[in-house]
């Protein structure tokens, strides 16, 4: 059974920095797509998304220049560095598993993926 883990949510100033990390165990294939959502008002919206295959990224128009997505194959982990934070990016972050290696498809769609429980960004003015 898939299970997620996510870490290193907490609170920071506008301007700062924070990095997040998930660990996944019991993914079953070699071709999977990992992901960061964020937790908007009516949806989860995707963030940044890697791919196991070739390490290709997606990222989030907001995301693009300010956060990097990173993965370590051999443990199964990502990690989202996240730079120039604002309020803005203030919500829930969850990490998603899609068995497809296509980011775009995590990423804009989020269906078919496994979830952890998520971690807390709070960025202060």
């Known amino acids: 059974q898939l299970q997620i883990v996510e870490s290193g949510g907490g609170l920071v100033q506008a301007g700062g920095s924070l990095v997040l990390s998930c660990t996944a165990s019991?993914?079953?294939?070699?071709?999977?797509?990992m992901g960061w959502f964020r937790q908007a008002p009516n949806d989860r919206q995707g963030v940044a998304c890697i791919?196991?295959?070739?390490?290709?990224?997606f990222y989030s128009d907001s995301a693009k220049g300010r956060f990097t997505i990173s993965r370590d194959s051999a443990k199964n982990s990502m990690s989202l560095r996240m730079e120039s934070l604002n309020p803005s990016d203030s919500g829930i972050y969850y990490c998603?598993?899609?068995?497809?290696?296509?980011?775009?498809?995590?990423?804009?769609?989020?269906?078919?993926?496994?979830w952890g429980q998520g971690t807390q960004v709070t960025v202060s003015a």
């Open positions: 019991g993914i079953t294939s070699e071709n999977y797509a």
């Open positions: 791919s196991s295959v070739d390490d290709s990224t």
């Open positions: 998603a598993v899609r068995l497809s290696p296509s980011t775009r498809t995590l990423c804009v769609r989020g269906s078919g993926a496994s």
